[in-house]
C-alpha cells in the first residue's frame, strides 16, 4: 500500500483518498514506467523498482509513505531498495504466505513481442531483447527465485536509454531527473557512464527486474515461469490482466511454495526503511 502524506495531513494519513493499493488494477499509465491511480485521482509512478525489490526480498506486507507523485530512481536500480530493506531488518510473519499458481499457460503479443506465464514448480523469469545497438544487441537471461541471487544477480542491474530518447523526454518535460547518475545512457554505439556497465548484460537484466516488480502488482508472489520478449511495463500489465480473466488459469495456494524465499518485513519496519 502507498500512502501520499504530502495531500493531507498528519491525522488523514488513512484516509482512503491518498492511499494507493499496489495492485495491476490500479495501473493507470506505463509509459516510462508503472503509474499507480486510485479511485479518488491520487497517482504513484515509477513502483516498479521497489515493488521488485519487495518480491527479491520475500516482503508481502508493506505501507509505504511517500511525499511526492513519483518514487525515487535512486541508481537506477533496485540494490539501493534492498539495502535500505536489509537495514530495517526482516522478520517472518505467523501466518501463511499467499501464492497465485499458474495452472495454464497465458500468453500476449503485440507488435512483434510478447509475454506469458506458464506452470512451474517454482518462480522463473526468462527474457530476450534484441535492440539495433552494439553495445545491447541480443540478450538473453534466465533467472530463478528459488536461488535467492536476487540481490547479486538482478537487483543491481540499472534502467537504460538512448542520448536521443533522453533529451527528447526532457524537451516536453518528462524524465527531468534523467543523468548519468540513475541510468545507464548509449549514444551511437557506447556507454556514455564512465564507470561503464555492471554486468555484460545488464540490460536484459534490468528488464527481468521491472518484470518481477510489474508481476507482483498480482497480488501475490507468482507460482510460475514467466517468459519475456522484447516486452516492457505495457505488455506485463497485459498479461496479468489476461491471466486474471482466465479463472481456469490460476489459483490461489497458502503455504510456503517450494524454493521460493520465506522471510517477510513487518509492517512499521518497512515503511521506516
Given at each position: ?64 509513505d511517500i511525499d511526492g507523485p513519483e ?31 499458474v495452472l495454464e499457460t497465458v500468453r ?166
Open positions: 500500500m502507498f500512502r501520499r502524506v504530502d495531500l493531507c495531513a498528519p491525522a488523514d494519513v488513512n484516509n482512503d483518498a491518498v492511499r494507493v493499493p499496489a495492485h495491476y488494477e490500479n495501473v493507470s499509465s506505463t509509459q516510462l514506467g508503472s503509474t499507480l491511480r486510485n479511485e479518488a485521482g491520487v497517482t504513484v509512478a515509477t513502483v516498479e523498482h521497489l515493488m521488485s525489490a519487495f518480491s527479491g526480498c520475500g516482503i508481502d506486507n508493506a505501507l509505504v518514487l525515487p530512481v535512486l541508481d537506477g536500480s533496485a540494490a539501493p531498495f534492498v539495502m535500505l530493506l536489509e537495514c530495517a531488518g526482516i522478520a517472518k510473519l505467523p501466518v501463511p504466505r499467499r501464492f497465485i499458481r500476449v503479443e503485440e507488435e512483434g513481442k510478447s509475454a506469458s506465464l506458464s506452470p512451474c514448480d517454482g518462480a522463473v523469469f526468462g527474457f530476450e531483447i534484441d535492440f539495433d545497438c552494439a553495445v545491447i544487441g541480443r540478450q538473453s537471461y534466465l533467472y530463478d527465485a528459488g536461488t535467492q541471487a536476487y540481490k547479486t544477480e538482478i537487483a543491481p542491474a540499472r534502467t537504460f536509454g538512448f542520448l536521443h530518447e533522453v533529451e527528447h523526454l526532457q524537451s516536453v518535460g518528462l524524465a527531468r531527473g534523467g543523468s548519468l547518475q540513475n541510468a545507464v545512457v548509449l549514444d551511437g554505439n557506447g556507454v556514455l557512464n564512465t564507470e561503464g556497465l555492471r554486468f555484460e548484460d545488464e540490460f536484459v537484466r534490468h528488464k527481468i527486474l521491472d518484470a518481477i516488480g510489474d508481476l507482483y502488482l498480482s497480488g501475490a508472489r507468482i507460482i510460475g515461469r514467466f517468459d519475456g520478449y522484447r516486452a516492457g511495463h505495457g505488455l506485463h500489465y497485459k498479461l496479468l490482466q489476461a491471466l486474471f480473466a482466465n479463472p481456469v488459469a490460476w489459483e490461489y495456494s497458502d503455504g510456503l511454495a517450494p524454493a521460493l524465499p520465506v522471510s517477510t518485513l513487518p509492517l512499521r519496519r518497512a515503511a521506516r526503511g
